[in-house]
């Protein structure tokens, strides 16, 4: 009895210390979760944009992840993380232009105001 | 304590490797929070910047050191700074700023969305028999040199077109019309 009961003490205690990709996949759902939240709460469109900037980086711990601990050889998923940078890059510097234009107009940045396209 | 570690299984670095992840797993998953939760704009991307630096570490634990240089650069460094000026630029009323990120009503079901979303992840992840590649992996930043301007070539050259079309576009949008008719 209180040898399994040592044993399965060790074996969890085993499971939440040999990081593997387990830890680094949840990690990544967790952050991606958190944004998708931000995303659909907030009503600030440059908060908006950063919860974006948060599910990406969850997507890039995953893509890094895999290739360390699936694919190491040819470190395709780092080079995808490579990509998703460049993009996430070019899609902040347009959202905020884009949001400058906006403030410009019509003198405000909160996303409940931009519903110009209902009837 | 050595009784433990041998119990265990496990090597001294393992638990350090496993500590060093949990703390910088916690920065990330505390800074994300207050991004998402802060209603003042200005800490929010105050945070953002925290959590990707902690993102930064976590790639050095993955041996992606090139990435993480990239990652303290791009994100740490630009995007948050571009955002910062953002917000700079966008809060026109004096003293609004505690209040300027607030939530919509949409809460409950964006909490509900996220959080079923995350569960099948999770499960996901959990379920999936992983088939893990035990093998050394080549040095980061020569490997994605190499593919880069070899089996990624096109994407690399369309990746630099997508930079210059956004950045012709973001001077474009943020002049302004009247800018640009007289320019």
Known sequence: MNASLVNSFANIIHAATAIGLYHFLILGALLFGLGLYGLLTKRNAIAVLMCIELMLNAVNINLIAFSRFV????????????FIITVAAAEIAVGLALVFAIVRDRLTSSLDDLDWLKW | ?????????????????????YF??????????????????????????VSFAGVAGLYILLEADFLAAVQLLVYSGAVAVIIVIGVMLTQREAGAMPVSSPSNRLRLPAALVALFLTGLAVWTVLATPWQAAAGPAPESAPAIAQSLLTDFVVAFEAAAILLLVAMIGAIILARGKEANKTA
Not at chain 1, 73 to 78: K, N
Not at chain 2, 34 to 46: E, P, Q, T, W, Y
């Open chain 2, 1 to 21: 304590m050595s009784e433990l570690i041998t119990l265990l299984g496990q090597s001294a670095n393992d638990i350090v490797y496993a500590a060093w992840f």
């Open chain 1, 71 to 82: 694919a190491p050889a040819g470190l395709a998923g780092q080079v995808f993380a490579v």
């Open chain 2, 24 to 49: 910088l797993a916690a920065i990330v998953l505390a800074a994300a929070c207050g991004v998402v939760f802060k209603r003042n704009l200005v800490h929010s991307a105050l945070l953002l910047a």
